[in-house]
């Protein structure tokens, strides 16, 4: 199993770093997947290493959920960025969690991340957030990333779709379908 956690840090010369975590073949009987535990605890341990320890420079943390997911998925992590003294954001994208809009109702990825983007749009000038995705909110996280670079400090994608930038949307599509001929 291979996990990737991407930093893009905007005040280190628009670095972008990695994090992989290898894992291996699970043995009879182990747990064949990363826990949510070791998860939230690699995502710590990473974000420490941005920060100066002494949580002087309190961050701002917007935590995106997955499909079929909602706010609620971050009831671990919250809690603990909390305590260190940082600010904490999990929302619902539009139709989930308890956001009470009608799935019906939601045309486009734009509208779908409405929620994401009203809150970047209302956040100060001055803050910076990072931004937490997770699954298909990799998707979400980037849609605000682009839309409001001078207000991300991170985007931070735990396992995570990370759009490609070099092809079109249907180049994955393209290449399998090209194998079958």
């Not at 070099?166 to 290449?175: A, D, F, I, M, Q």
Request: glycine share 6%; net charge negative.
């Amino acid at each position: 199993m291979l996990y990737l956690i991407t930093f893009r840090l905007q005040d280190i010369n628009q670095t972008l770093f990695s994090l992989y975590i290898a894992r291996k073949k699970p043995r009879e009987g182990e747990e064949t997947s990363m826990s949510s535990e070791k998860i939230v605890l690699i995502f710590i341990l990473c974000m420490s290493m941005m920060s100066s320890g002494d949580c002087k420079d309190r961050k701002h943390y917007v935590l995106v959920h997955g499909a079929c997911h909602g706010a609620w998925s971050w009831y671990k992590l919250k809690p603990l960025l909390e305590s260190a003294g940082h600010k904490v954001t999990a929302l619902d994208l539009a139709a989930s969690g308890i956001n009470m809009q009608k799935i019906e109702d939601v045309h486009t990825f734009s509208q779908y991340t409405e929620p994401l983007l009203q809150l970047l749009a209302a956040t100060p000038p001055n803050e910076k957030v990072i931004l937490v995705g997770h699954g298909s909110g990799g998707l979400n996280i980037a849609l605000a990333m682009e839309k409001f670079p001078e207000k991300i400090l991170a985007g931070v994608f735990v396992t995570a779709f990370v759009p490609d930038t070099e092809h079109n949307p249907s180049y994955v599509l393209e290449k399998v379908y090209a194998g079958e001929s």
